[in-house]
């Protein structure tokens, strides 16, 4: 056979091939979209549910959980999981949720297990989201259910027992019943006047203009600053972790005392508990840099 | 006529308590302003303050502007507003959140005319800041109990028929702070996590109809490719219903705040459903109970249990002027303004007090009454320089008005959080100016 009468038959075959498929399965009414393969959805399905179902095989003990959670963790939620600043608490918490203050907690609040293996996976740590190990997550999430006193403290979390992991609020939610309220709508002499009394009024002056009707903020060391947000913000905004809070002059003063090449130098490699670069490993030396500039600006002017 | 408010609530200290921790050249302007600019527009406003009103350009004299060229075309090649309206901006409240990533700012409702807010002012919700996407690089995957699991670039969005609709977005934390007390002094806070902008994209159904939906299907799981990759159970029905899968926000693509290059869009549902920079919509049979649908956007109620999927934002409504931001200057004829809306449907009426609450009036809705969509309301009025307390109630087309601060408590307790939509009260002083108090 020519390679002429080869293609044209090979032509002929493909097509009837295609015609006998019933096409009305492979394709949508628009047939529009590329067919998602196992792969590339075992790549990004990460969801885990209450009955287990997502979890990968795998295993994490507290004992592991409690170096894991000290160094990845205890900046931001505490040794204890009370939370550091405005970060959320983790632990405590139990029988307030119908104080007046009541401390929602793993513990004292959440449903179900499976949301802090979901979480954790997810989004945690906060800076350097999904770069945790499954056995990792497995670990630290057996820690966090042992801080709440869930789990005896040689507890071995698995994908088989974690949907077993009974929480002490699993019954407390219901589905969303509203209307609750029932307003009449009345128009007239709805109220006695007299009755009227102001419960609760802020004290703090009208939003209004200074005299200048200028708003006080400098002009920044623009790339510094998006590198800050980006790297450095989240503990030195708040002074997590003893870091020296941005803009407070007697904490930097010692800092910058030892030079602009000593701070950069720390910044890049790590300090105490810092990691190098603040955990943002792909920032170049020179952006980390020009955020050390903008944090020294920060801390020095008037 | 009214009795003094008790000692100031406690979170009011803890303002004052923040504020004394920044240097005193901005604590003059956070105890002032209660707030810290959030960036942005800040040439503007000193360009502003530079100047001065000239009589020079006042008549009958001939103003600077009118003997000389402007500026031409394309100075701009992406149009800005006046620098003499720098001041319009989004602002945060710092205390609120530890950080600036999983943060949040709000709209300046006060400032704002008709029903469309500015696709630069609607304000911001992060939950580990927002990622920079490359269009090129994005893709959406939907998959799960379905017959064909699909992956689709946006030119493949953008193929499917396109449905455009004007809702409202907010949070369902907006005005969570006054759950126990009054304690932002201005509309911006009170109110400011809502906007209200026109949506473009394709319906989910489409897509759904497109990989064709296993009969077992209950439930879809959205997710966003930013760091927290955060995630919701929405129920089938209402992804059936009105669930958009959004590519553009008043007639360009999303801003980068709003989920560049798509999110999914649940109109009239709490702003959190509406997951932005989506990647994946997973099809299944039961609810994922993830951290954003159990620890937190869950009503805790007095008794201590807890509503969960309470999606719906119900009907509410506050006056725009007069406000904090906007007291009046003297006495005389206005017209009061404000917004209503609801997430089940078209604002009906909506009735204003001036004597917190006994009488009422029938205020009119101006402009377009559109469902699950910001309404603006106003009714004419003349101020003799009394003390009033100022009120609006909305009614929804399903009958629904909107509750007193004292049933709302009644129903729920102080901590919610969420879901805050009782009648906000506004205290107009002798002097013009308003503060936001609670009355009984």
Not at chain 1, 9 to 28: E, K, N
Request: proline share 6%.
């Amino acid at each position: 056979m020519s390679r002429l009468a080869k293609m044209v038959y090979a032509g002929f075959f493909l097509i009837a091939v295609f015609t006998a498929m019933p096409i009305l399965a492979d394709t949508g009414a628009y047939g529009v979209g590329t067919p998602a393969t196992a792969e590339e959805i075992a790549g990004w399905d990460i969801d885990i549910r209450p009955d287990g179902l997502g979890l990968p095989p795998g295993s994490g003990s507290v004992e592991d959980g409690e170096m894991l959670y000290e160094e990845k963790c205890a900046s931001c939620h505490g040794s204890f999981g009370e939370g550091v600043g405005r970060y959320p608490v983790l632990a405590g918490g139990e029988g307030t949720l119908t104080d007046a203050r009541p401390e929602r907690t793993v513990g004292s609040y959440w449903p179900y297990a499976s949301t802090l293996w979901d979480y954790i996976h997810r989004a945690m740590p906060f800076p350097q989201p999904q770069s945790l190990t499954d056995e990792e997550v497995y670990a630290i999430t057996a820690y966090v259910l042992y801080l709440n006193d869930l789990v005896e403290d040689d507890f071995v979390l698995t994908a088989d027992n974690l949907a077993s992991v009974e929480m002490p609020n699993r019954d407390g939610f219901f589905f969303d019943d509203r209307p609750d309220t029932r307003n009449t709508g009345c128009m007239k002499d709805c109220k006695d006047p007299a009755s009227i009394e102001i419960t609760s009024e802020p004290s703090i002056a009208t939003l209004q203009e200074d005299e200048s009707g200028a708003v006080i903020e400098d002009v920044v060391a623009e790339g510094g600053q998006k590198v800050y947000q980006q790297a450095c913000q989240m503990c030195h905004e708040a002074g997590v972790a003893g870091s020296p809070m941005t803009g407070d002059k007697a904490a930097w003063a010692t800092r910058i005392e030892q030079g602009r090449d000593k701070l950069v130098s720390s910044a890049i490699e790590g300090i105490g508990i810092m990691p190098p670069k603040g955990g943002q490993s792909q920032l170049s030396d020179e952006e980390v840099a020009s955020a050390v500039d903008f944090l020294i600006q920060r801390a020095t002017k008037e | 006529m009214f009795s003094k408010p008790g000692s100031g609530p406690a979170v009011l200290r803890k303002v004052t308590q923040e504020a004394s921790k920044v240097d005193p050249a901005k604590r003059r302007d956070f105890l002032k302003k209660g707030l810290v600019v959030a960036g942005g527009a800040i040439a503007g406003v000193q360009f502003a303050s530079t100047l001065h009103a000239s009589q020079n350009n006042l008549p009958p004299n001939l103003p600077e502007w009118s003997k000389s060229l402007g500026a031409g075309v394309i100075t701009n090649p992406y149009g800005q507003p006046s620098p003499f309206e720098g001041d319009i901006v989004r602002r945060t409240v710092p205390w609120l959140t530890a950080d600036r990533i999983a943060a949040i700012s709000f709209t300046p409702l006060a400032e704002l005319d008709g029903i469309i807010t500015p696709s630069g002012l609607v304000f911001e919700r992060y939950h580990a800041g927002v990622p920079a996407i490359n269009p090129d690089e994005y893709r959406l995957m939907l998959h799960g109990l379905v017959e064909r699991p699909l992956i689709f670039t946006i030119d493949d969005l953008r193929r499917f028929p396109s449905t455009t609709a004007i809702n409202f977005l907010e949070c369902p934390a907006n005005g969570g702070m006054e759950w126990r007390a009054a304690q932002m002094d201005a509309l911006q806070f009170t109110h400011g996590m809502i906007s209200c902008c026109e949506w473009t994209g394709v319906l989910l159904s489409t897509l759904l109809e497109e990989v064709g939906v296993k009969p077992e299907a209950k439930w879809i799981l959205a997710e966003g490719a930013d760091g927290a990759h955060m995630s919701r159970s929405i129920p089938l029905e209402k992804a059936l219903d009105d669930t958009l899968i959004v590519y553009a926000q008043n007639g360009e693509p999303l801003r980068p705040e709003q989920g560049y290059p798509v999110r999914i869009f649940n109109p009239g549902w709490e702003g959190n459903t509406s997951v932005k920079w989506l990647r994946r919509l997973e099809v299944g049979d039961e609810p994922w109970y993830h951290r954003e649908e159990t620890s937190k956007y869950t009503d805790l109620l007095a008794d201590g249990r807890a509503r969960k999927f309470s999606y719906i934002q119900e009907g509410n409504s506050v006056v725009t002027f007069p406000c904090p931001e906007r007291p009046l200057k003297q006495k005389g004829r206005y017209e009061l303004e404000g917004l209503a809306w609801s997430g089940n449907g078209k604002i009906k009426r909506v009735d204003v007090s001036f004597d917190g609450g006994v009488n009422w009036r029938q205020a009119r809705l101006k402009g377009l009454v559109l469902p699950k969509a910001l309404t603006r309301f106003s009714l004419d009025f003349t101020w003799d320089g009394s003390p009033a307390l100022i009120q609006s109630r909305s009614t929804d087309e399903t009958g629904y008005v909107q509750p007193t601060f004292t049933q709302l408590r009644e129903a729920r307790g102080t901590s919610s959080i969420y879901h805050k939509n009782a009648i906000h009260t506004w205290r107009l002083h002798a002097d013009g100016t308003v503060t936001n108090v609670q009355i009984s």
